[in-house]
């Protein structure tokens, strides 16, 4: 079976239990994909399988994009992403993947998706540093900080916590329960918050660490 399918966050809303109880949801609009490449162990050294998601018009595309989105015959896509599959040889090139096919309610997924990205930030909202004293003319509030080695190693060690970019990067909750999956629209509900703002892609796959 294939192991994952591309998605678009729509939001966040609640749903209630059978028993009442208020469950916050993320929604999000999988599928459906098209199958746009096989990769087998014999031609790439991996069985994988290519899907296009979101359909764009063809001629914002170039040529050898379209040459590439031929072959499965469903005009062009802006997102393409590659998922593991076992039994490759069940699907052939431009055949659809639904919501419906992968998941169901109950099931534990990853999703990977592009965090917010909030610019260049101090260590203060970056790393959570406490900062100086906020009184009495210390002059040091948000700074960070002696950074420097002394004699030895005279440098400042890689990895070191500074200011810089925040967000943006590529980030994956692990072990997020499906709600519930309604396939006539394409929407599958996904307790809690998932990574990045609203209308971003989102990948969602069977969850790793769930036990078999």
Known sequence: ???????????????????????????????PCTIVQKKTEATDGYNALQLGFMTKKSHRTNKPMMGHFKTA???????LREVAADNIDDYAV???????????????????????????????????????????????????????????????????????????????LQNLEIVEVRPEQNLVLIKGAIPGPNQSVVLIRKGAKVKK
């Open 1 to 31: 079976m294939i192991q994952g399918i591309l998605g678009k966050k729509l939001g966040m809303t609640q749903v209630f239990s059978a028993d009442g109880s208020r469950i916050p949801v993320t929604i999000v609009e999988a599928g």
């Open 73 to 79: 015959g469903q005009g062009a896509f802006s997102c």
């Open 94 to 172: 431009g055949d659809q993947i639904t919501c419906d096919i992968l998941l169901k309610e109950g099931d534990i997924v990853d999703i990977t998706g592009t965090s917010k990205g909030k610019g260049f930030q101090g260590v203060i909202k970056r790393w959570g540093f406490s900062g100086g004293r906020a009184s009495h003319g210390s002059k040091f509030h948000r700074a960070p900080g002696a950074i420097g080695m002394s004699a030895w190693p005279a440098k400042v060690f890689k990895g070191k916590k500074m200011p810089g970019q925040l967000g943006n990067e590529r980030v994956t």
